[in-house]
């Protein structure tokens, strides 16, 4: 509470209030310095293994960040490791709207006859193809035993003209190009890129200066994350990763029944609850405060607020997180810390970051050891230097993963 009070003392525009608690004054808040999200996310997971095996629940400790799309690899690192976990105030990332969407053109592309994917998508985003029109493809499709996409093909079979028949033969056209562009050799994360591009889909929230729609993009930047992370573990097809996507997003669902879990929200929706053991993700410039925010004061002292309730938000332990690199639309951006930690005392604050040492020289069939997954061993090695990649075998439960050469180190005894 001190640490918080320091923080937001610094907005002008503030009642003064001093918050304080008949507790003491509790631990240390733990910073840590993260390399990347994913080195992030195993640091949560280990103080979260810590704490169970210090008698705490699952239920005591919450995950909280400014931007959904902070969550995925947070989920992912959870399921890996066997951490129930449940999301409150939004939906699990493959559940939200912009992912299914992509998923619907995914699934229609590789499966023309896939109805109910074709219709999510056929009008999104808009494209004068309305009810009406829909109603006349649909009938004209089931009383000539046609699927909706071969009907699209002569639309004035279905009673279409005009502007109506155009509008159709315009999706149809666009559909059989990208349906057969994935025969052209694309890496899974070069087709969706080109789905998303050709199709108009990321460009309706492109253009928008809205914060729902920002954090869409945001989602949809993550969702390539996730086919490179594809492509470089197994060079599979768009229905190879399609089947691989379906077991994470049922594990999500599974998972979000546990009463015992990990609880994953953003700082918004935070507001009014307290936890034992609170994790604050992503303290950087450009995520906290948010980049949008600091062209004036008073975007910024309304971040500082929202750093204020994520801190307050802990009864017995608070850390805080940062990350060195992050990536957006594919490019890896180093991101400074945020304002807000400078204006945390040090007395109330231990430090902590990544500390391995990059070692060079593995080849496959060595035997390693990640901080998150445990002890795997190599199958596969990708690019050189410190950007290495190990393709690794890990325990069955978790199984193979692309791992950065800095996040691994050798057993003590191999």
Known sequence: LKAANAVVRHNVNRKEKNLWSAKGDGEPISVY?????????????????????????????????????QSRIV??????????YRMVGGLTFYDRREIKDTFAYLRALI????????????????????????TKLLNAAHN???????????PEDAGLTGAAARAVQDFYSLMMKLHLAQYEGYTVTEYVSEVL????????????????????LQNLDELLRVTRSFDRRKHGSVADFLAEVSILSSLDREQDKEENAVTLMTLHASKGLEFPVVFLLGV?????????SVQDEQGVEEERNLMYVGMTRAMQQLYVSYCTERSTQGQAELNEPSRFLAEIPE??????????EVDENWQAGDLLVHRTWGQGVIVEISGSGADTVLHVMFHPKIGEKDVPIRFVKRPSVQ
């Open 284 to 292: 950087e410039e450009g995520i906290l405060p948010h980049e949008r």
């Open 111 to 134: 499966n023309p006859k896939d109805e109910i994917s074709l219709l999510r998508i056929i009008n999104n985003p808009k494209r004068s193809i309305g009810s009406s029109t829909l």
């Open 33 to 69: 310095q993260g390399l990347d999200p994913e080195d992030e996310a195993g640091y949560v997971v280990r103080q979260i293994q810590e704490h169970i095996q210090n008698g705490g629940a699952y239920q005591d400790c919450a995950v909280l960040y400014r931007a959904n799309a």
């Open 197 to 216: 591009h050709r199709t108009g889909y990321r460009e309706q929230y492109a253009i928008s200066k809205s914060e729902d729609h920002e954090s869409r």
């Open 347 to 356: 007395q109330f604050i231990v430090r902590g970051e990544f500390t391995y």
């Open 75 to 84: 989920e992912e690192t959870l399921i890996a490791s066997a951490i129930p």
């Open 144 to 154: 000539n035993e046609f699927t909706l996409i071969q009907m699209m093909e002569h």
